[in-house]
């Protein structure tokens, strides 16, 4: 059972990060933000938050299922 709410939660969250970098190149083709910083500009992805988060979820989300599953 947990095995399977894990494998969810991965695919939940790589379906999520694809549709992310799907906008984010979309709206790299047009300029909404005139005045960004030149991290972000350099790296759209690495300095993104919302991008962070969606490999670092899936992977604590694992983690904490392995532990629940040989501590449970």
Do not use: C
Not at 4 to 29: C, D, M, N
């Amino acid at each position: 059972m947990i095995t399977y709410l894990a494998w969810l939660i991965v695919l939940v969250s790589a379906v999520g990060f694809v549709l992310t970098v799907i906008a984010g190149r979309k709206q790299r083709e047009g300029r909404f933000d005139q005045n960004t910083n030149a991290t972000t500009a350099k790296h759209p992805f690495l300095a993104n938050p919302i991008v962070i988060a969606y490999v670092v979820f899936p992977v604590l989300a694992v983690v904490a299922a392995v532990m629940l599953w040989f501590y449970v």
